[in-house]
């Protein structure tokens, strides 16, 4: 047709068996499936020779071809290799997975990097059998079972004497700790030491962290040390962090719902790996969908599902979308009646499957940008001593992907016209229809001729490859016999141990974000043992009850904190009809958001924004702002009639005290209130000092340092309840209320204060600020930090004002709703917060970059602190004050619930 020639290439290795059929029983030698004749199974050449030849390809070495010379003996041929191709613009497409195992050892033997999308099931992969040995061992370290599977496994390796002295050494008791057992008696000092650390961490409860180490520290990777261990073991730790969170953190639940995955049959869970950067990818033509790769490897070309409509066939129902038929045989000894649907079904099931063969055949080649390796020979085909390469035509109702291919060659020559085809049978003759073949024929090819004459009709090829001998290739001196493979490999694994597996080149310093919630400082203050629990251990704060409480209430319940916990149990208050206490907190905090009066006159305010001086009366009281709050947060089990009376009850309150006559319009103490926002929402970012801090590894050898940290943030997101900006003696200032609703619920009395909760209790001095009970001190106490922390937020908004317009921000207040009084914190309470604010978040870095490092429990001189713990008054105890036992109690009540 005159088109220029393609710079494409297309090469067929033909696998046709070689050698004398003899396998060697010297173990020095590399065993060769092209010297063993007919003895390897042709997967076995095919695979050995695309590692052969790839391994030349990423190697630019040239190839020689083995044709016929005029003498009819054999001759060879050099052609240039090209430039080299980099592994990870290879792809090799399978028809299937089976045999996947066996060409990435074949390629790893040749040197060249591969790695397999998929590798069958999960559970088999050999990393994940030693993590899933390990891991049911420390679920149960009494096992003698799961101990002696563990031994035997690569981390420790015992032989049978080792294992007999585990069991049955002197003074060993049949129920053990085998875990500490086995790390005593260790073969050597590191497996000691690892051993150890894995007890620890079991014993802590960090079962993910145990297995992370063992793949770090251990010898796992030594022993599989393929391109593909990493990402297995990376799999089946992420399964186990899954399914932790299904089950919780008890380590037998996890390593039995592990066992369940492990044991399946069907729908059992795959190997699935990422090929990295520099690596050939291995995959099935079906998941390759999609992809395009330069150069294209198709294995299997002869030898793909022969038989793969068989089993259907086999089947007495066939079922296709054009009919259903049966195979009725009544008597198994009698052969089944003849039947024209039955035999309609098994044409129409061939034709299907033929026309799928053809779609991934089609699949395939279109995968390919610039070069096509096609592997693979026909059943019977061979290679004579002059170099001739005799392949057997074979006539099927189910043609592979090769024998299409042929029969296209077939085809196109003879459109072209070409008489001297050597893909055409003896009888075909130019100008006449070709004949459908019905019985099996020989082809006889000489590689160096159809190198220059490919004889492909109209493809604009130049040239067609056929590599049908291992001399083809230039031999790899370093490939390794299986002594020698073994005694590298041991020598690798001597030379690394007691070695730092850390980088020698330190990474780029790192940055460390954390978050914490801000009604969570005051406790975290209090005991950091708590904050370790729940941010570094990952408890849950929710108690764990058992039906031993019904209700509950805690005097002096921070309803607002959004921590059952925070000042006692969010159970019931107490008050028939009336919802919990974070509820009815929830319900007054909403009253007020959008009842409380602002005396604003609408104008600008000195460095705020318009929301703060939006005016507006007093609506607190009113029964339809009640009403709205009710509908959208009264639970179904409280009493609105008497939720609504509480709410009435506090906010007339409120009204009457410093707080509402100044949002009315009044002036106390020189100052007025001249705008506020509620519910005003922040975000604000602490940086904490970096210096000297390395983010550190655990490694036989000691802690191994990975990283500087250069920059340390601790972010808050939240919202203030109240802020008041003041014009008066001490110019434009600003200051945070925060409500606090303790003593609203039980025993609040709503008629006479003097027999209700102790805050109700009347003061010398209702109107003023200074703190004038106990019950004061003690609420501005329990919640300094949180409220240095939004005095924090409100002197960062102003410093980026110019200092013209920047207000002055006060010390903070707690609004008490039991009795309407509104306290101030000091200047020197407020500084100390401020520094104490600054400590917790350095010991929040601290545990972060040393979660192993677990806090003691509070002595008992502060037992008081863990009353309102969920983590100690919970049904099952798993925290408290030194010497208190833990574990299941008889009643999980706190002191102080009634």
Not at 236 to 247: G, S
Not at 447 to 458: F, N
Not at 463 to 485: M, W, Y
Not at 604 to 620: A, F
Request: glycine share 8%.
């Amino acid at each position: 047709t005159g088109e220029t020639p393609r710079l494409g290439r297309i090469e067929w290795l033909a696998t046709v068996p070689a050698g004398e059929g003899e396998v060697s029983t010297d173990l020095e030698q590399y065993l060769d499936p092209f010297s063993i004749g007919e003895r390897a199974k042709p997967h076995e050449r095919e695979n050995e020779m695309i590692a052969a030849r790839l391994y030349a390809l990423v190697n630019g070495l040239p190839l020689r071809l083995r044709g016929v010379a005029e003498d009819n003996e054999a001759v060879w041929r050099k052609i240039s290799g090209g430039d080299a191709v980099k592994p990870e613009d290879i792809l090799i497409l399978l028809p299937r997975r089976k045999h996947v195992t066996d060409l990435l050892r074949r390629l790893q033997a040749w040197g060249v990097p591969a790695q397999a999308d998929r590798q069958g099931a999960l559970f088999m992969r050999p990393v994940v059998r030693e993590l899933n040995l390990l891991l049911q061992f420390l679920a149960r370290p009494h096992s003698r079972h799961h101990a002696a599977a563990f031994a035997r496994g690569s981390l420790v390796g015992m032989s049978d004497s080792q294992l007999e002295l585990l069991f049955n050494g002197k003074g060993v008791k049949a129920n053990s700790d085998w875990l500490a057992r086995l790390a005593a008696i260790a073969p050597t000092t590191e497996q000691h030491r690892l051993l150890e650390r894995l007890r620890q961490l079991a014993n802590r409860g960090h079962i993910i962290t145990a297995l992370t180490t063992a793949i770090e520290a251990g010898d796992i990777l030594l022993v599989h040390p393929s391109l593909d261990s990493v990402q297995d073991g990376e799999q089946f730790i992420q399964l186990v962090e899954e399914l932790r969170e299904q089950v919780g953190g008890d380590a037998e639940l996890l390593a039995d719902s592990v066992s369940i995955l492990a044991n399946q049959n069907e729908g059992a869970l795959e190997s699935k790996a990422t090929p990295p950067t520099g690596a050939v990818r291995v995959m099935t033509i079906h998941s390759a969908k999609g992809l395009e790769a330069k150069v294209v490897v198709l294995a299997g070309l002869f030898h793909e599902g022969h038989y793969s409509s068989s089993i259907e066939k086999q089947s007495s129902v066939v079922v296709t979308p054009e009919l259903l038929a049966v195979n009725a045989r009544p008597w198994r000894h009698v052969e089944a009646p003849l039947s024209g649907t039955w035999e309609l079904a098994k044409a129409l099931l061939d034709a299907q499957t033929a026309a799928e063969r053809r779609r991934l055949f089609y699949v395939a080649l279109t995968r390919v940008e610039n070069h096509l390796i096609m592997v693979g020979a026909p059943e019977g085909s061979s290679c004579s001593a002059d170099g001739t390469l005799h392949l057997k035509r074979q006539v099927s109702r189910m043609p592979s992907m090769g024998q299409m291919w042929l029969e296209a060659l077939r085809y196109s020559a003879h459109a072209d016209g070409d008489e001297e085809s050597p893909w055409a049978m003896s009888t075909d003759k130019v100008g006449e229809d070709l004949a459908v073949a019905t019985k099996s024929w020989k082809l006889q090819l000489n590689a160096t001729e159809i190198y220059v004459q490919p004889h492909l009709g109209r493809a604009p090829l130049e040239n067609l490859t056929i590599i049908h001998d291992p001399g083809c290739f230039t031999a790899r001196k370093s490939r390794q016999s299986v002594k020698k493979e073994m005694s590298e490999h041991l020598k690798n694994g001597s030379a690394a141990k007691g070695k730092n597996v850390g980088l020698e080149k330190r990474p780029t310093p790192r940055s460390l974000k954390l978050s914490l919630a801000p009604h969570r400082l005051d406790l975290s203050f209090a005991c950091t043992r708590r904050l370790w629990l729940g941010d570094v251990r990952g408890w849950s704060t929710e108690p764990m009850l058992l039906g031993q409480i019904d209700d509950i209430d805690v005097d002096g319940v921070d309803a607002t904190s959004g921590d059952a916990g925070a000042g006692g149990v969010a159970g019931s208050i107490g008050v028939v009809g009336l919802p919990d206490a974070a509820t009815l907190g929830s319900l007054f905090h909403r009253l007020v958001e959008v009842g409380i009066a602002n005396p604003a006159d609408d104008g600008e305010l000195t460095g705020l924004d318009q929301l703060w001086s939006h005016s507006q009366s007093s609506r607190l009281l009113e029964k339809d702002v009640i009403e709205q709050v009710l509908d959208e947060l009264l639970p179904a089990g409280a009493d609105r009639a008497i939720t609504g009376q509480r709410l009435a009850v506090l906010a007339q309150i409120q009204e009457d005290g410093r707080l509402g006559k100044m949002c009315g319009g009044e002036e106390f103490d020189g100052q007025k209130v001249v705008g506020l926002r509620t519910e005003l929402p922040f975000h604000l970012t602490v940086g904490v000092g970096a210096d000297g801090r390395r983010i550190t590894r655990w490694a036989v050898a000691g802690e191994v340092e990975l990283a500087d940290i250069d920059e340390i943030q601790v972010s808050f997101d939240g919202r203030i309840d109240l802020a008041l900006a003041y014009d008066g003696d001490e110019g434009p200032t600003l200051q945070v209320v925060d409500l606090k609703t303790e003593g609203c619920g039980q025993p609040f009395d709503e008629d006479d204060p003097t027999k209700g909760h102790e805050l109700q209790h009347p003061v010398a001095k209702p109107f003023s600020t200074m703190v004038q009970s106990h019950l004061e001190q003690e609420l501005l106490d329990k919640h300094r930090l949180q409220l240095a922390l939004y005095t924090i937020v409100l002197e960062r908004s102003q410093s980026r004002l110019p200092q013209k317009e920047r207000r002055k921000v006060l010390p903070p207040a707690i609004q008490a709703s039991a009795s309407g009084r509104m306290v101030v914190m000091s200047e020197a309470e407020l500084t100390q917060a401020k520094l104490d604010f600054g400590e917790l978040l350095e010991q929040m870095v601290d545990m972060k970059l040393n979660p192993h490092d677990e806090p003691e429990r509070l002595p008992k001189e502060q037992g008081e602190i863990c009353r309102t713990c969920p983590y100690y008054y919970s049904g099952i105890r798993l925290c408290g004050p030194q010497g208190e036992p833990l574990g299941i109690v008889t009643k999980a009540v706190p002191e102080g619930v009634s």
